[in-house]
């Protein structure tokens, strides 16, 4: 329940959808539980999957996603569930061996803070949200019908194009601002005194979770292997 997580829970229950919450996190549940948007909230995994539910949505890390996917499996959750995970062919497999009732997706916006307080119900209104309905055509029926509900755009796409898109987009320009950051803070720290307008806009994205998008990276590695071999070629072309 963190930005995109909170930022959802918002915008749906501003629909009139009764929501309930799931959080590891002691001070992220009373955030939750005195926003007055969730039905009730909870730490407890068995909890939570006994809750009345119609939809499980899962909006954590890549890794923990996985993990999550696998729990629901091993306890033969037959709730529908989907995701908004940043990669989509790791979590399709998971789903799949977990035998899930699954849609993936992915919610096409963000920003560089993170956490439930600085989720804002109108954050997605008029983004863009992935869809990737590889083996549940009825389920991806449903979500197209829900999000759009919350003024989102809805695209279809398959998991390994998903990949090879936001590794283009997405992951390689994060790569590329930790980069250039940890490139300047080791040569010359003092040159960050004279950084314009241009290196600020560029490095902006650099503010994100650093140990989140390092999942990332590793989970779409082979994308990203091959991204930057091209873009190599491409320097060294120009």
């Not at 995109?4 to 229950?13: D, M, P, R, V």
């Not at 954590?60 to 529908?80: D, H, Q, R, Y």
């Not at 560089?112 to 590889?134: C, M, Q, R, W, Y």
């Not at 503010?207 to 994308?223: E, G, L, Q, Y």
């Amino acid at each position: 329940l963190g930005l995109i997580g909170g930022s959802l829970a918002k915008a749906f229950n501003n629909t009139g959808i009764t929501i309930y919450g799931y959080d590891i996190s002691v001070e992220t549940l009373k955030e939750c539980g005195v926003s007055g948007i969730f039905e009730s909230v909870t730490d407890d995994f068995d909890t939570f999957i006994n809750y009345p539910l119609d939809l499980i949505y899962i909006t954590l890390p890549i890794n923990a996603s996985l993990e999550f996917i696998g729990k629901l499996g091993k306890e033969g959750v037959g709730i529908p569930t989907t995701d908004g995970a940043s990669t989509k062919v790791s979590i399709i497999k998971a789903a799949s061996e977990a035998r899930l009732n699954f849609c993936g997706g992915h919610p096409i916006k963000g920003k560089e803070t993170s956490g439930f307080k600085n989720s804002d119900k109108d954050l997605f209104n008029g983004a863009t949200h992935i869809l990737v309905p590889t083996f549940n055509l009825e389920l991806a029926s449903q979500l197209k019908v829900l999000h759009e509900s919350i003024k989102m755009n809805i695209t279809f796409m398959e998991p390994d194009i998903h990949d090879e898109v936001f590794g283009l987009v997405s992951h390689f320009p994060h790569l590329g601002a930790f980069t250039l950051m940890d490139l300047v803070q080791n040569e010359c720290p003092d040159a960050f005194e004279f950084s314009g307008g241009g290196f600020k806009d560029f490095t902006r994205i650099a503010a994100s979770d650093p140990v989140m998008w390092a999942d990332i990276f590793i989970d779409n590695k082979d994308a990203m292997i091959n991204i930057i071999d091209e873009y190599i070629k491409t320097s060294e072309e120009i």
